[in-house]
């Protein structure tokens, strides 16, 4: 195996040099990333060490040749303690290798190393296909905290090593982007108008710190006319083939999109509140779904429970939709109030509060019972010295 590596510190690489020559591999050192990249030959397996350097961001630099490189493994080399396991996944690195480099240390990462061939479109699987699960969450009013359940929930799901997208499908009016504190550049109204093919949707994603990428509603409620129910199941499928999850956040309709979404969707989660006109309206959901002939699994989760509410129980949710409830989020208003306003996910700024615990629960309820088929190599654990 030929590989190369990049550094401005050749000093601190002779127990590297020693380990690749035990295993009879080629090693040639760079300082500079353009003759690191000239020595590259596309049709060539190859493995890319990226060592400390003063003059480059790691990850970057790694980013920019994982997948600039289809052919090329890259290998973080850095101390442990330095070590952002969000940005190695991002970065599309399979392993890091500890520093101090001693040479067992060095020999043992260098053995182990696999060879993969990534799919450019994403950074944490080779080229083989995802087999992603949909789940869509919804509601029968406004309010009742169905886009805080979703953000959580899919930032939960990323917590667990998963891959996940979202869809904000309230076209009009959808505030996925602002629970997450970003700032779309494109929407599936652009994705709509501009892609060439399913795979070009991967540039229509904004990115989360957390890991979740949004595929955000329109910018102008005018624009949710140009969206079809076509059209979404178009970026359904698209984005089933790139992540584990497709987690949908829909507005509190019946219309076409919604439908396409329900029917595209593995799973079906029913929020509601302990009050009887929320109650009344979920009971109708359900049996309007029935009538249009949508049978899939449902789960109906209890928000802001609360032992406060006279007249109102478990029970008489359960009584009234004729079903159980799935999960049951406490009424947390304070963390949740601070958590929209700031921008943060509650299961990210506050995990220890009630109702992000509640969360995290059901997300590992959901991942159990949807087992995913992942493919391909995903992040390789870091060696420890």
């Known amino acids: 195996m030929k590989i190369l590596g990049i550094t401005n510190q050749l000093n601190q690489t002779l127990s590297v040099q020693r380990a690749a020559q035990e295993l009879g591999h080629s090693l040639q050192w760079f300082e500079s990333v353009h003759e690191l990249k000239s020595a590259i030959e596309p049709e060539e397996d190859m493995i890319v060490l990226i060592y400390e350097n003063d003059d480059r961001d790691l990850y970057e630099l790694c980013e920019e040749i994982s997948f600039q490189y289809e052919n090329v493994s890259t290998v973080l080399c850095m101390p442990e303690h330095q070590v952002d396991v969000k940005r190695v996944i991002r970065s599309g690195a399979i392993d890091v290798i500890d520093k101090p480099y001693s040479y067992v240390d060095v020999l043992k990462g260098l053995s182990e190393l696999p060879t993969v061939k990534r799919n450019q479109s ?192 478990v029970e008489t949710v359960t009584n009234v939709l004729g079903q159980s409830t799935f999960a049951e989020i406490p009424n947390d208003e304070k963390n949740v109030v601070t958590s929209v306003n700031e921008g943060i996910p509650l299961v990210a700024s506050t995990p220890r509060a009630p109702a992000a615990k509640a969360i995290l629960k059901l997300a590992g309820k959901i991942d159990e019972d949807q087992p995913i088929k992942k493919k391909g190599v995903l992040f390789k654990k870091a060696v420890n010295a």
């Open 122 to 313: 994403s950074p944490w699987q080779n080229h083989e296909e995802k087999q992603g699960k949909v789940v869509t969450i919804c509601s029968t009013k406004g309010g009742v905290g169905k886009t805080t359940v979703s953000t959580n929930l899919a930032v939960s799901l990323a917590k667990q090593s998963n891959s996940v997208a979202m869809i904000d499908l309230d076209l009009q009016f959808g505030d996925v982007d602002l629970f997450l504190d970003l700032k779309p550049k494109k929407t599936i109204y652009e994705w709509t108008k501009e892609a060439s093919s399913h795979s070009d949707i991967k540039s229509y994603m904004t990115s989360h710190e957390s890991g979740v990428d949004l595929l955000a509603s329109p910018i102008r409620p005018e624009f949710a006319e140009a969206v079809t129910g076509d059209d979404i199941e178009r970026a359904i499928e698209a984005l089933k083939s790139v992540y584990d999850w497709i987690i949908i956040d829909t507005p509190p309709t019946l219309i076409e999109t919604d439908i396409v979404a329900l029917e595209q969707s593995d799973e079906v989660i029913l929020v509601t509140s302990m009050d009887l006109p929320t109650l009344k309206n979920c009971k109708l959901y359900l049996e309007t779904m029935e009538s249009i002939h949508i049978k899939k699994p449902l789960k109906v989760i209890v928000n802001r429970k609360s032992k406060k509410i006279k007249g109102m129980k």
